[in-house]
């Protein structure tokens, strides 16, 4: 996999462990069913929004100044 690939998917392991309770690094934890709650997957729902907007930034700023 890409850097790219795998650091996404270390941040959404981590909103999974955060807002669901859930370590996907192991590998059973991808075959199990989990019950979750509708709060719960809005939290992880802001939690990828939130980061994804503070990716964007640090992008962005990065190409506006040149270091």
Do not use: N, Q, W
């Amino acid at each position: 996999m890409s850097l790219l690939t795998d650091e996404r998917l270390t941040t959404l392991s981590e909103i999974a462990t955060d807002c669901f309770d859930v370590d996907f690094r192991s590998g059973d934890a991808l075959d199990d069913r989990i019950a979750v709650k509708p709060i719960d997957i809005v939290r992880a729902l802001e939690s990828a929004y939130d980061t994804g907007l503070v990716a964007g930034y640090h992008l962005t700023r990065g190409k506006m100044c040149p270091r």
